[in-house]
């Protein structure tokens, strides 16, 4: 999950140097933690005096690459580098006296009241200055509510508690922001960053880019269908939907303008395939960390269940990019594009840590950041041996991997803590069951009714929000509630994650399709609207496998092989109709009957009533349906070539 684009932390001046060397040393002590070095040496520690570490490190980074106006700047100014070693200060004291904080959080002596301020305005304050004012406004909603949760009207009506009670619990408790989100950003998403810098270092990027190509760049729609794939494979490795569309669309946005594609469509292509990366398997974005600590489950059960749901995203996306390159004629763009063999011949390696990646987490039950890790050397050692288009990967890009992982962590380990304070206040006041039971009156006990509130609340929370901060605050907030109402809770946390991904595309604040816009210099809210367009399938997956886990690969096989299998097709019948082409211009009413018979054929058999007689008589107009445009199709080219003889 290496975020590829210009990295906002790092500066010039004296302090270049400096950061450099706290972000390796940052990322050095996740992997000593993986590898349980410590223990080697004989030591034992908590892992709170870690998490305390990288935390110093990286709001410490952030001060000194980063202007109180979220700017960055040649060198920081002397209050910053003040800031800077007083944070780091002070949580280095924590981390060396971590089991007296645990004591003195509950008796709170004026100096521990101190620090805990220290704390907690440090992290609010680098996020403020790395993620902006959405995410920094919505902490101090829930900090203020911490404050005066006991006169919030009911049903949201918290405990009481003091500034003093509340700051040090936030500063020190286990289940606030040295709990655990940023355990899971310290210990599992960083070695995930690490990996995806290496690969990216030893040419990894380029291949896979090459790799889309050959593979559909000489097809009608070629183009665009290189965006899908490259966004694809980018994402799944990036987590990051902004910095992939920054990344890949710099090579597809243009190829897609030139083959024909709108302006609008171009970037709204690229953002919806860039969004999906974030739940794309094998790796995902930093969120499928976050739920598996959650859930308390594997991360491999979470891969599994991931696929079908983003089989189904990519694949609406494919058809319909395919379709409107038939219907609005847009031809192969002519360039120079690499053969599949040549880029098999050379770039084979990369798929070999992907390869080792899986065996070791399915096949050997190994955890997560050991795979990661053991796959991230893997790539190192076969870059370092076999070239990618004539480069060698040299040790320097190991050592340079390890800080630039470090650099691209920090704004992960700023959101992530800052979102541990929305999760300590809503334990401390009870707020959390308290939010639950207001969505539940509010849905009025109808599923759907919840679902489509819950959706909503999703999407409105997620604007302008990262990945990581969007995903935590609605598994807080949201995702209990679904649980409540009887909903398998692998399904409600996919729930949420889908939907508060697609603030990433839905307007008006899409963040992806205003990076995308700035790269077609087309209007972000037109692009956004596309957007919705191009991604309606996420906005309707959820919902199925809310009602029929068998999308998420729970229930009997066959079942699961059935509903996957009718859900592809029902996709297909849809995105013809959302489109409007297939083999020829549809009319008004051809397009509903598509739709029609696209739903019927989406809705696996037990998630509604007669659902087996619909899914049947949807696949078999479905297919009716298709074969009728067919031949209408033959027919009319046989006529127009006798009328042309």
Not at 199 to 227: W, Y
């Amino acid at each position: 999950m290496a975020d590829t684009s210009e990295n906002k932390t790092e500066v010039k001046g004296w302090a270049t140097g400096i950061v450099r060397v706290l972000a390796g040393f940052m990322v050095l002590l996740s992997v000593s933690w993986v590898l349980d070095l410590p223990s080697y040496l004989g030591l034992a520690y908590y892992q709170q005096q870690l998490l305390a570490l990288v935390l110093g490190l990286a709001v410490a980074i952030i001060f000194l690459g980063t202007s109180y106006r979220g700017e960055r700047r040649t060198a920081p100014p002397l209050y910053d580098v003040v800031a800077a070693v007083v944070f780091a200060g002070v949580m280095a004291y924590v981390a060396v006296n971590y089991t007296y904080f645990l004591v003195a959080a509950s008796t709170r002596p004026p100096h521990v009241i101190l620090l805990s301020w220290i704390v907690v305005l440090g992290v609010v304050e680098a996020l403020r200055r790395r993620t902006g004012w959405m995410l920094f406004c919505i902490i101090m909603v829930f900090g203020i509510y911490g404050l005066v949760a006991h006169l919030v009207p009911a049903p949201l009506t918290g405990r009481h508690l003091s500034v003093e009670a509340l700051s040090t619990y936030l500063a020190f408790d286990t289940s606030s922001i040295l709990g655990m989100p940023l355990s899971v950003a310290s210990t599992v998403v960083i070695i995930f960053i690490l990996f995806g810098e290496v690969l990216f270092r030893t040419g990894g990027g380029q291949f896979f880019t090459d790799l889309a190509m050959a593979l559909v760049g000489r097809r009608r729609g070629g183009a665009a269908k290189i965006a899908v794939l490259s966004s694809a494979f980018f994402g799944s490795i990036s987590g990051s939907a902004v910095s992939n569309v920054a990344t890949t669309g710099l090579v597809t946005i243009p190829l897609m303008r030139r083959a024909g594609y709108k302006s609008t469509d171009a970037g709204a292509i690229e953002a919806v395939a860039s969004t999906g990366g974030q739940f794309m398997p094998p790796i995902m974005g930093a969120a499928a960390f976050l739920m598996a600590e959650f859930l308390n489950i594997d991360y491999q059960t979470i891969v599994v269940a991931a696929l079908v749901p983003a089989l189904l995203y990519y694949i609406a996306i494919f058809v319909q990019v395919h379709l409107m390159a038939e219907r609005d004629n847009i031809e192969v763009v002519d360039t120079d594009l690499p053969r599949m063999g040549e880029v098999f011949r050379q770039g084979w390696h990369f798929l070999v840590p992907f390869a080792l990646l899986l065996v070791l987490l399915f096949q050997f039950n190994v955890n997560a950041e050991r795979s990661a890790l053991a796959a991230a050397l893997a790539m190192l050692l076969l870059g370092l041996v076999k070239p990618y288009q004539g480069r060698r990967a040299r040790v320097s890009d190991g050592v340079n991997s390890f800080i630039t992982a470090g650099l691209g962590s920090v704004e992960l380990v700023a959101i992530v803590a800052a979102a541990g304070i929305v999760i300590g206040v809503l334990n401390a006041t009870g707020g959390g069951f308290a939010v639950t039971l207001a969505l539940v009156q509010l849905g009025g006990g109808n599923l759907f009714a919840l679902l489509a509130i819950g959706g909503l609340v999703c999407i409105v929370l997620g604007m302008g929000m990262p990945t990581a901060g969007v995903y935590v605050l609605l598994a807080a907030l949201v995702a209990p509630a679904i649980v409540q109402a009887g909903v398998e809770p692998l399904a409600a946390h996919m729930f949420v994650l889908y939907f508060g991904m697609m603030s990433m595309i839905t307007p008006p604040i899409a963040l992806a399709c205003f990076a995308a816009a700035t790269l077609t210099g087309a209007s972000a809210m037109a692009t956004g609207w596309s957007a919705v367009r191009l991604g309606w399938v996420a906005y309707i997956v959820p919902f199925l496998f809310v009602f029929s886990p068998t999308l998420l690969m729970i229930g009997e096989p066959a079942a699961i092989v059935i509903a996957s299998v009718t859900a592809v097709l029902g996709v297909c019948l849809i995105t013809i109709s959302v489109v409007g082409f297939y083999r020829i211009r549809l009319s008004p009413p051809v397009r509903g009957a598509f739709a029609v018979l696209g739903f019927a054929t989406l809705f696996p058999a037990d998630a509604i009533p007669f659902g087996a007689f619909i899914d049947i008589c949807g696949v078999l107009g479905g297919g009716l349906l298709l074969a009728v445009c067919h031949l209408w199709q033959r027919k009319s080219a046989a006529a127009i070539i006798h009328n042309a003889s």
